[in-house]
């Protein structure tokens, strides 16, 4: 990062093709190391171009910073976390793949399909509308709170196959107001891993 020119303060505005999801990994990591002044551009590379927006081509150079980021620990879980937290009084785990890899009907990647036992479903395509657009906040709580019920957000657990569209789904429940929800970023690769750990199907 210090090598990209950011340091303190620096404001910093992550953007990818089109629907946010590397961009709001970016969004999260530099949260998680303590820069707080980072954004996701909605709609992406694809909006602003269609919009006639200045592009340029070739290598952009920045003069290198001095990122100081230090990981807050409280923003994500690991496996033993997840795995001594199953069943009832533990976090409430979200699943933000596609349904049919949530349900186990086809696994492109792991070895293993279906979900981490207790799991409930909120595809991260669901925070965007019909132009590839961040909901509103409105839209996206009424969203949230049907896939995944009444639960508070600090009591959330994000996941997804590998922790990249997990951070969609932690961006969106920021732009909803709903505060405190952490990643597992080992995601359904790490807990499918290993053949001892519950799977759950359907």
Known sequence: FSRLGISSGVQVVAYDQENGMFASRLWWLLRWLGH????????????????????????????????????????????????????????????????????????????????????????????????????????????????VGDVPADQIVCYCGSGVTACHNLLALEHAGLIGAKLYAGSWSEWSADPKRPVEKG
């Open 36 to 147: 707080d002044a980072v954004a996701v551009l909605d709609g992406g590379f694809k909006k602003w171009t269609a919009e006639g927006r200045a592009t340029v081509s070739g290598e952009t150079h920045r003069a290198p910073g001095a990122f100081g980021g230090s990981p807050r620990a409280g923003m994500s879980v690991d496996v033993q976390t997840i795995a001594s937290h199953l069943g009832a009084g533990g976090p409430r785990l979200v699943d933000a793949r596609a349904p049919e890899r949530y349900r186990g009907d086809t696994e492109p990647i792991d070895k293993v399909g279906g979900h981490i036992p207790g799991a409930k479903n909120h595809f991260f395509q669901w925070n965007l509308d019909e132009q590839g657009l961040f909901r509103t906040p409105e839209e996206l709580r009424a969203k949230i709170q049907a896939s």
